[in-house]
């Protein structure tokens, strides 16, 4: 599975972003590959899953995947209610 | 042989591999993932430099129409660009800045209350490289210079953070996390005196805001536009005898209009590399951070601060063009002109509306951008003379980060006092 996290920069916010999601799929036993990135290199790639805040996210569109919208991108609780169930049922797929 | 590893040791981008395959050892990662690691961190930091040498190719010419144009010196504030220009000279300096400075943040967080872990990995690449040109003028190199450098910004790593935190906890409502990001001092105070002459009952976010303005998140076209828009204007300008030899025969709007996107696209492959490399140091540093110091709190990027008033960010953002710009074209007075430097503004300005709004609403957030965007630019315009980066090679271009440029403003006059420099 593989997943994208995005911010204005690439390498700021969506690089916390992604180390949460990491640390929250190997405490549940899921294997990743993930990318933090900017809007414009997100629009252009294939991935399974992206998240991002709900700005960026409005902006994102990457046919066949999943964009998940984070409301307050350092609420951990917000971020595991909305990705682990995703997370959970891509990897059963 | 000596030679040989000498060399290979103060390569920064191998110097930065191993920066990274230290912390992935040290994190017990598997040896494919520390390899990985390495390699992609040689990878980014080698793009960086490719990055670095597009944009600095397409700011000579404009540099050049720019003085022709209004016989005046322009710079646009950009620390990552600058400080990828310095890298084949002052590479391992920045390299054994940042570690060190690394060092010294987990150091204070853990003996003192600030339990601050600095984990803005392009700012800390940035304020080394900062460090590194400014200790380099004062004439220290080496060890000279990289053991002054790293304490210094291991401190403001604890110290800017911490200055910010009453503010910070005022948008967040908790201490969960700090700000890590050199432009933190002028924010928070450009929030809190603009929001001294607003109304905290009219927020901004009760405005609404068209969908078509959102395409400004990204970045790249943001720059692509304000860029195009800049250097056509120069271009009108530029006196018609000397077109020609400026733009080798061709049409002069053509030739600035490519230059102006040649900019932009350097800009994008240099933050691609930077990316690269910190995707994979900053991880580690976090990683070693949690484990030496219990209760760390990570002080972050500014776009944490965006999601709690999305559209103050826009009003922000707007405000701060409309700032400095106002500088730019004051600064026909100063030492140098500050072109509107758009990552600056979008991110600080932004910010700056976040906590104009929650200092003082709407009317809070609109001042507070104003602020931000004249000081930000007024103050590049006013510390431009303290370090030259002629000698480097480098034209157009100077530091962008407020805090940083605080700190060299200090060192500077520090070393005047004691001769250095």
Known sequence: MKIITVCGMGMGTSLMLLMDIQAMAKKNGIVLEGEAMDLSTANGVSCDLAVASKEIAGNLNIPGAVIIPITNIIDKKEIESKVLPVLLELNSK | ?421
Do not use: C
Not at chain 2, 49 to 69: D, E, K, Q, R, Y
Not at chain 2, 286 to 305: H, M, N, R, S, Y
Not at chain 2, 363 to 387: C, E, M
């Open chain 2, 1 to 421: 042989m000596l030679d040989f590893i000498v060399q290979i040791l103060s390569n920064p981008a191998i110097t930065l591999g191993l920066i990274a395959g230290i912390g992935l050892v040290a994190l017990k990662k598997s040896g494919s993932d520390v390899i990985k690691g390495m390699l992609k961190t040689i990878f980014g930091f080698l793009i960086l430099n490719a990055g670095s040498g597009v944009i600095v190719n397409a700011l000579i010419p404009f540099s050049t129409m720019f003085t022709a144009a209004f016989s005046l010196s322009g710079v646009v504030a950009e620390d990552n660009a600058l400080v990828a220009a310095v890298q084949s000279v002052l590479g391992l300096e920045t390299a054994l800045i940042m570690v060190g400075a690394f060092l010294v943040n987990i150091l204070l967080a853990r003996v003192t209350k600030w339990k601050y872990i600095f984990l803005t990995g392009h700012m800390m690449f940035s304020f080394a490289g900062t460090m590194a040109i400014v200790l380099a003028q004062m004439g220290l190199r080496g060890w000279a210079a990289i053991v002054p450098g790293a304490l210094i910004q291991g401190v403001s790593m604890v110290l800017f953070p911490a200055i910010a935190q009453p503010f910070v906890r005022k948008v967040t409502g908790n201490d969960n996390v700090a700000f890590g990001f050199w432009g933190s001092l002028p924010i928070v105070l450009s929030g809190y005196i603009g929001g001294k002459f607003g109304d905290k009952s009219k927020s901004t976010e009760d405005i609404h805001v068209p969908k078509s303005v959102d395409f400004l998140r990204d970045m790249s076209i943001l720059m692509g536009l304000i860029m195009l828009i800049v250097f056509t204007v120069t271009a009108i300008f530029v006196p018609a005898e000397v077109r020609d030899s400026i733009s080798a025969g061709q049409n002069i709007f053509v030739f600035s209009a490519i230059q102006a996107f040649t900019f932009a696209a350097g800009i994008l492959i240099l933050l691609q590399g930077v990316r690269m490399f910190l995707g994979e140091i900053v991880p580690a540093f976090k990683g070693i951070a949690e484990k030496i110091v219990p209760g760390a709190i990570p002080a972050l990027d500014v776009p944490i601060f965006y999601s709690f008033a999305p559209v103050a960010v826009t009003v922000g953002f707007l405000a701060a063009l409309v700032g400095g710009l106002a500088v730019t074209f004051l600064s026909a007075f100063l030492p140098v002109v500050v072109l509107p430097s758009v990552i600056g503004l979008f991110f600080m300005g932004g910010a700056a509306g976040v906590f104009g709004n929650t200092y003082g609403g709407r009317r809070g957030a609109i001042l507070s951008g104003l602020i931000l965007g004249f000081s930000f630019s007024l103050i590049v315009a006013l510390a431009y003379p303290l370090v030259d980066l002629s000698s480097y090679g480098i034209s157009g271009l100077w530091f962008a980060s407020t805090d940083a440029i605080i700190v060299v403003v200090i060192m500077r006059l520090f070393g005047m006092l004691f001769g250095l420099g």
